[in-house]
């Protein structure tokens, strides 16, 4: 028997019996029972990770194949293999539950707790049917009823019910029960019998509970300080879109950076050569001066020339390659420039969810903006105000608080039910017969049919704590927190006016560097010129004094060179990041988020609802103190140049 059992819990864990073997300390289980396992789940993109081919370093042989790509068709791209919306931050590895992906709406949506459809629910028709069978055989201390006999009985009843709740709080409901009764009772005229009933039953809220606004935003059954009704759950589902659209402009805005960032690589990578070419140019003048022993060409000059060039060459090969990526999430458009060709081109790839290497190495072909941009700023500051990401999703977090204010003011007021119950009642011999006797109480359903039993009950129940501190202290935690919420909302306005104002100063101030810096390079070159051109006609003498100049120049036209084109793609980063601020670069980068078609019948079902609607009947204080519209609808350019009514000091 220990040998099975043995057998058994190993082979349960995939390795194997265990040796039978006289271990007193039990090594074996407590080493199996720490061991770490690895799960048995799926991996469909293991395979492709595995044949990714090897990253491009300075050890590169043969020619570099390049791939032309736009900005364009790199968010194009990105977009489209962005079931997850990556980021540079390791966020996908190491925080996972905190990466957006193009299942969170649906997530929200679908949520069987909190979701819509889980909302709409608790308004569904409920059937219910149970059946329950009884036999019941003890003694009775009584001669009158039981004839000094064992009292037994047979018990059978069956019931189905209907019931549907309203958007009012109503709540209806159809009944149907059967009862079967054999029992040896002296006197009853029937050894047994059959008794139906069909009930039909109201219960409406007259108070607390009532009313469709406080249903949909509470739900029916809630209670104070957990509201989830159908309007707070579209609300929620309108948070996550908002998180998602921040999620995809956030992708965009980092593949757009890292596209300037790896255009700048390129441009950097030109300075330096051009700087390490004339830096060789000149070391092997030195050098031929050294080699021949004549004046201009001492081992300190030629050492130094050497150094020059060697210093350049280091250079190319930081520009080539870059340096180890340090993984921060950072704010967008935080430009670098200083991660080189071959490290920025892997960012990029990993952005647009492409292999990190191919064989070929990506090349942008667009060229920064270089001519002045200009915007209004009246016009951007009402456009960020109006249509900024993290402001809308503020607000609907806003709405969510004054719904739920007005869901919180109906617990002051006391329960009150007002009943009401009608019933149809048959008793018969049997229970149904197929056709009519003269018996009165032939059979159960024919004394039904016939309405001669008929039983009502109406009344009004109240219920009411005294004192409703739960309800009172709800009121003034949904104050507070719609207090808070307003004021995180202003906060975020002022700070979001701040960083517009600080983007449009950052593309003014790349625009003049980027000027100033074009004409440094202008007069770095002709500086560089005209002192080589001195040195081919100058003596001896003279060449050793020009030696310094030269090396200097060449150093001062490679800074300039890489100055101006790092000021010319911080000015199209700017300019980017004006449309960041303001909550368009979506619109910029000609992106659409729209949701997907729906059934024809669903359409059809919308187009009815809308008929049906009407306004709710409101009642004054308390009750239903009806909010402002939850949504203004869909967001469009005219709703962004609306003057806002001016912020509260």
């Known amino acids: 028997m220990l040998v099975s059992l043995a057998c058994a819990w190993g082979c349960s864990i995939g390795q194997g019996p265990p040796p039978i073997v006289a271990d007193a300390d039990l090594a074996y289980f407590r080493t199996a ?28 042989a043969g020619p570099v194949e390049y791939w032309p790509l736009t900005l364009q068709e790199a968010v194009r791209i990105g977009l489209s293999n962005s079931k997850i919306l990556r980021d540079l931050g390791g966020l996908v590895v190491a925080s996972p539950q905190n990466v957006q992906s193009v299942q969170s709406p649906m997530i929200v949506e679908t949520d069987p707790r909190f979701g819509v459809e889980a909302a709409l629910s608790a308004f ?18 009584n001669f009158l009823f039981s004839g000094g006999r064992a009292f037994q009985q047979d018990l059978a009843a069956a019931q189905v019910e209907l019931s549907k709740r309203a958007a009012t709080g109503s709540e209806f409901s159809l009944r149907h029960g059967i009862d079967y009764d054999f029992n ?63 999620g995809v402009r956030d992708l965009v805005a980092d593949i757009e950076t890292q596209y300037w960032e790896l255009y700048f690589a390129y441009r950097d990578l030109d300075a330096k050569l051009a700087a390490r070419n004339r830096a060789l140019e000149t070391w092997r003048r030195i050098r031929a001066l050294y080699e021949t022993g004549r004046l201009g060409g001492e081992a300190e000059k030629e050492a130094q020339a050497r150094a020059q060039y060697f210093r350049f060459e280091e250079d190319v090969q930081n520009a ?84 739920e204010l007005v869901a919180a003011r109906n617990y002051l007021l006391p329960r009150v039910d007002a009943f009401g119950r009608y019933a ?75 960083d517009l104002a600080s983007a449009l100063a950052e593309m003014q101030r790349a ?28 003596d001896e003498n003279q060449k050793t004094r020009l030696l310094d100049l030269i090396l ?17 793609t911080e000015h199209s980063l700017a300019v980017t990041q004006v449309h960041f601020q303001k909550g368009t670069l979506l619109e910029y980068n000609e992106v659409c988020l729209a949701e997907g078609a729906w059934p024809g019948q669903a359409y059809r ?28 609808g869909p967001r469009t350019y005219a709703d962004e140049l609306r003057p806002l009514p001016p912020i509260a000091p």
């Not at 569904?124 to 201390?141: I, V, W």
Request: proline share 5%.
């Open 124 to 141: 569904d028709a409920s059937l219910e049917a149970r059946t329950f069978f009884e036999k019941h055989d003890h003694p009775l201390n």
């Open 320 to 403: 080539l390659t870059g340096h180890q990526f340090q993984k921060s999430r950072t704010i967008a458009f935080a430009f670098r420039g200083n991660n080189g060709i071959q490290a920025n081109e892997r960012q990029l790839r990993l952005l647009m969810g492409v292999p990190v290497s191919d064989g070929r190495l990506i090349k942008p072909v667009e060229e920064p903006l270089q001519a002045r941009v200009l915007f209004e700023w009246d016009q951007i500051l009402t456009q960020a105000i109006a249509g900024r990401e993290e402001l809308r999703r503020q607000r609907w977090q806003v709405k969510r608080r004054e719904l």
């Open 424 to 498: 149809w009642v048959g008793f018969g011999r049997d229970l149904l017969n197929s056709t009519r006797q003269s018996d009165r109480f032939d059979n159960a359903y024919q004394t039904l049919t016939s309405g001669d039993f008929q039983e009502w009950q109406m009344g009004v129940e109240l219920q009411m704590p005294v004192g409703m501190r739960q309800g009172h202290v709800a009121v003034r935690n949904a104050e507070l927190q719609l207090a808070r919420d307003h004021a995180l909302l202003e906060a975020q306005e002022r700070d979001v006016a701040h």
């Open 33 to 60: 029972a720490t061991a770490i396992e690895y799960p048995d789940v799926a991996e469909p993109a293991c395979g492709d990770v595995l044949a990714t081919a090897p990253p491009m370093t300075l050890e590169q």
């Open 184 to 246: 040896n009772t002296p006197g009853n005229p029937f050894v047994s019998y059959w008794q139906n009933n069909v009930t039909a039953e109201i219960r409406h809220p007259l108070l607390q509970g009532s009313g469709v606004e406080f249903n949909r935003i509470a739900g029916p059954d809630s209670v104070p300080g957990v509201y989830a009704g159908v309007q707070v759950a579209r609300i929620n589902t309108d948070i996550s879109l908002a998180d998602f659209e921040m």
């Open 552 to 568: 200097n120049a060449q150093s001062d036209l490679a800074s300039a060179e890489s100055g101006y084109y790092r000021a010319v």
């Open 605 to 632: 079902d919308a187009a009815a609802r809308a008929r049906l609607r009407v306004p709710p009947h409101q009642i004054q204080d308390y009750l239903l103190a009806t909010p402002r519209p939850v949504s203004r």
């Open 511 to 538: 625009y003049a560097v980027a000027q100033t810096n074009y004409n440094r390079r202008v007069a770095s070159a002709q500086q560089l010129a005209a002192l080589e051109a001195i040195y081919e006609d100058a």
